[in-house]
């Protein structure tokens, strides 16, 4: 049960757009679309962003997007805005019906 | 409102146990999978383990397997995690969340923290 591996720190200037990607194997990311997304501020519960790889909850802001190819799942961040900042994780399930978390991304707005 | 909380952290001795309690609300428990999740300080998330909505079918990380065991009680709405043999790289914050129709966790407890330290 290796931790999906996503780069440490993303960063842009608002209104720019950010991909953070997040890469398994085809016995969790690449093998079905239960990948979401969280997004956790400093001293609070994550927040998911993007389930089901594409899908987007209620509330959650269409700036906001997910996608997929192969074994990476990636989410992408449009019109950056300073409340975007925090830390951002993807989950995927497995193959052995459990889950596993990315390594998680520092997005910051410059 | 849906609402999961956690309490039942602590400063415990390694190889001592702990259990856990999160208490649901606001929607209906029984049919729902619940998942324990944990966060080192400074660290990311790990996902811990699930128990589906039977209460039957339970799956753990591999860190955890033997040691942890999860259960549910749906008369009084309330998830558990029993902690035995608990080792310094168990202090973590551990959150309950729901688990979604849609495959995700979507609603979160604020956490309760455990400490193994001699």
């Known amino acids: 049960q290796s931790a999906l591996t996503q780069p440490a720190s993303v960063s842009g200037s608002p209104g720019q757009s950010i991909t953070i990607s997040c890469t398994g194997t085809s016995s969790d990311v690449g093998g079905y679309n239960h990948v979401s997304w969280y997004q956790q501020h400093p001293g609070e519960a994550p927040k998911v962003m993007i389930y089901?790889?594409?899908r987007r909850p209620s509330g959650v802001s269409n700036r906001f997007s997910g996608s997929k190819s192969g074994n990476t799942a990636s989410l992408t961040i449009s019109g950056l805005q300073a409340e975007d900042e925090g830390d951002f994780y993807c989950?995927?399930?497995?193959?052995?019906?459990?889950?596993?978390f990315g390594t998680g991304t520092k997005v910051t707005v410059l | 409102q849906v609402q999961v909380v956690e309490s039942g952290g602590g400063v415990v001795q390694p190889g001592t146990s702990l259990r856990l309690s999160c208490a649901a609300s606001?929607?209906?428990?029984?049919?729902?999978?619940m998942h324990w999740v944990r966060q080192a300080p400074g660290k990311g998330l790990e996902w811990v383990a699930v128990i589906w909505s039977d209460g039957n079918n339970k799956y753990y990380a591999d860190s955890v397997k033997g040691r942890f065991t999860m259960s549910r009680d749906s008369s009084k709405n309330t998830l558990y995690l029993q902690m035995n043999s608990l080792r310094a790289e168990d202090t973590a914050i551990y959150y309950c969340a729901r688990h979604s129709t849609g495959w995700s966790l979507d609603y979160w407890g604020q956490g309760t923290l455990v400490t193994v330290s001699s």
């Open positions: 989950i995927s399930y497995t193959s052995s019906n459990t889950y596993v």
């Open positions: 606001g929607f209906s428990f029984s049919t729902y999978g």
């Open positions: 089901e790889v594409t």
